[in-house]
C-alpha cells in the first residue's frame, strides 16, 4: 500500500495554507462533492434536493440468524456488562469483511490502521490504541477528496467502549475557534448506529472565518470492535452540505456496519448477505407524442429548424476529451432530438430516456465524471480548446454545466447543460461566439431558455 503520510496535510492545524472562502465558491465546493459521490446510487432511488439518499440498511446481529436488528444504544460506561461476562469475542477482522464496501473504486486496503485525520477541534481523534486488530482501507482523488474506512477489535466491549468515549471526551473539551490563525471547531451530529455510535463534524477556521473544508467522522461500535469513517468534504459553511455528507457516509458504510454482527456478544457466523439494489416501481421511458422539445425556442427569419425527431442529431459530447457514446447518451430506451440553426448559433437538445432512474443517475454520473477529468487536464490534446466545468447560480437540481472556449482566448465555443428529471436526462448545447470572459452570462441565459421545455419534462417524467 502506498504512502498516505500527506495525504490530509493540509488539514493539520499547523499552518494550514488556506484563506476564508466566499460563500459562493462554499456553496460550490458542496455541490461538487454531492455530484460526485455517486456510490449511492445502488442503495436506493429516493432523491432530495437532486442527491440521492437511500433508506439505511438495517443493522443485524445473532447466531445463525442474520436479520435481527440491533438496538440501538446510547453510550454507556466502559465497564463490563454481566451480559458479556464470559463471553468469546472475535479476536480479529474476518477475511471477508467487507471494509471497502461502497467506498469510491481505488479503495486500498492494509491490515495496520494509519490515522489520517485529526480529532474532534485537531485533538488525539481516534488512534486505535490497545486494538488486538486492525484493517484500514484510503481512497484519495489526490486533489480535495479523501475517505477512510477502519475497523478495529478489542479484546472486549469494555475497552471498544472506551475506545469511543475517548473520543466523545475531546470533543467536550474543544476551546471555540481562535480569532487569529488556524482552528478546528467540532459539532456533535445525532446518531443510532449499532451497540453504541458516535458522529461529529471538524470544520476549519482561518482568522475566526470558516473556510468551508471540514472532515466528518463517525464510530460505530457493536460488541468488541469499532468501525471508523472519515471523510473530507467541502461547502461545510452550508448546513445542508453538512447534512447530507453526514448521510452519505451513513449510507456508504450501512453494509459494513450490518456486517459488524460477527463481533456481537450472541454473533453472526459470517457477514450477511449483501441486499440486492432496489430498483424503483416500473417507470414509463416512451416520449409523450408531440412532445414540444422546442418549447421555449423562436425561430426567425434567419433560423432553420430540425425536429424535433427521434432519429435527429443530438448533443454531440464526442469531442470532449474523447468522450464515448457508451457515456452519453449511453443506451436510451427512447430518444427526441431538436436542434435551430442560425447565422452564427446553434442550439441543440436531446431527451434520453432510460429503463430506470438508477440507468439515468448512471448515465449522468457518467458524464459528471467526464466533465472533471475533461476540465481538469484543460480539453483534448493537440486542440486548441479548453474544457471547464460552470456553475450557473439557478442550475436545475441534478444537472451538469459546462462550456468549451478557445485556449487564446478567441470567440468560438459551446455552452452544455445536461439535467435528470426520474428517468430522463435532457441534454442542451449553445453553440456561438462564446468565449472563456462571456461563458457565465451565457450559461445563466441557457439555463433561462431551457426552463418551459424542462418544465415539459418534469411534467411527463418527474
Not at 238 to 253: A, F, G, I, N, Y
Not at 407 to 412: A, H, I, Q, T, V
Request: aromatic share 6%; glycine share 10%; net charge negative.
Amino acid at each position: 500500500m502506498p504512502e498516505h503520510d500527506d495525504l490530509f496535510a493540509t488539514f493539520t492545524h499547523q499552518g494550514m495554507p488556506v484563506d476564508p472562502l466566499p460563500a459562493s465558491e462554499v456553496r460550490r465546493r458542496g455541490d461538487r462533492l454531492r455530484r460526485r459521490r455517486t456510490a449511492l446510487v445502488a442503495l436506493g432511488s429516493v432523491a432530495a434536493v437532486g442527491v440521492l439518499v437511500a433508506t439505511p440498511l438495517a443493522l443485524v446481529a445473532g447466531g445463525a440468524d442474520s436479520t435481527r436488528p440491533l438496538d440501538p444504544a446510547g453510550p454507556g460506561p466502559a465497564t463490563r456488562s454481566a451480559s458479556t461476562e464470559g463471553v468469546e469475542w472475535r479476536p480479529s477482522v474476518p477475511p471477508a469483511f467487507p471494509l471497502v464496501d461502497e467506498m469510491p473504486e481505488g479503495a486500498e486496503r492494509s491490515p495496520d490502521y494509519e490515522q489520517q485525520a485529526p480529532g474532534p477541534c485537531g485533538g488525539d481523534g481516534f488512534t486505535a490504541a490497545g486494538a488486538l486488530d486492525t484493517e484500514d482501507a484510503i481512497w484519495t482523488d489526490a486533489e480535495e477528496a479523501s475517505e477512510q474506512r477502519a475497523v478495529a477489535v478489542y479484546a472486549d466491549d469494555a475497552d471498544a467502549t472506551a475506545a469511543i468515549d475517548e473520543v466523545r471526551d475531546q470533543l467536550a473539551a474543544c476551546a471555540q475557534p481562535t480569532p487569529r490563525g488556524i482552528s478546528i471547531w467540532a459539532v456533535e451530529q445525532a446518531s443510532d448506529l449499532g451497540e453504541q455510535s458516535y458522529v461529529f463534524v471538524n470544520s476549519w477556521y482561518s482568522d475566526g472565518e470558516q473556510t468551508g473544508d471540514a472532515h466528518v467522522h463517525q464510530l460505530v461500535r457493536v460488541g468488541n470492535a469499532v468501525l471508523y469513517d472519515t471523510a473530507s468534504f467541502g461547502g461545510a459553511g452550508d448546513p445542508e452540505v453538512v447534512d447530507l455528507t453526514v448521510e452519505q457516509v451513513r449510507e456508504d458504510s450501512a453494509y459494513a456496519v450490518s456486517s459488524m454482527c460477527v463481533f456481537a456478544a450472541d454473533p453472526c457466523d459470517e457477514p450477511p448477505a449483501k441486499p440486492r439494489p432496489v430498483e424503483p416501481a416500473s417507470v414509463g421511458a416512451e416520449i409523450p407524442t408531440g412532445f414540444a422539445l422546442d418549447a421555449g425556442l423562436v425561430v426567425d427569419g434567419d433560423g432553420e429548424a430540425i425536429g424535433p425527431a427521434p432519429d435527429g442529431d443530438g448533443v454531440d459530447l464526442s469531442a470532449m476529451c474523447s468522450t464515448l457514446r457508451d457515456t452519453w447518451p449511453a443506451d436510451p430506451v427512447d430518444r427526441l432530438a431538436y436542434a435551430l440553426a442560425g447565422p452564427e448559433t446553434l442550439r441543440v437538445r436531446e431527451l434520453a430516456t432510460y429503463a430506470s432512474v438508477a440507468a439515468a443517475e448512471q448515465v449522468l454520473a457518467g458524464v459528471r465524471d467526464a466533465v472533471g477529468a475533461c476540465s481538469s487536464v484543460g480539453g483534448t490534446r493537440g486542440d486548441r480548446v479548453t474544457w471547464s466545468e460552470l456553475a450557473p447560480a439557478d442550475a436545475p437540481a441534478d444537472s451538469v454545466t459546462f462550456a468549451m472556449t478557445m485556449s487564446d482566448g478567441g470567440l468560438g465555443g459551446t455552452l452544455f447543460q445536461l439535467t435528470r428529471v426520474g428517468n430522463a436526462v435532457l441534454a442542451t448545447s449553445w453553440g456561438a461566439e462564446w468565449s472563456s470572459a462571456t461563458v457565465e452570462a451565457g450559461v445563466d441565459d441557457l439555463t433561462d431558455e431551457t426552463t418551459p421545455v424542462l418544465e415539459a419534462v418534469r411534467a411527463a417524467f418527474g
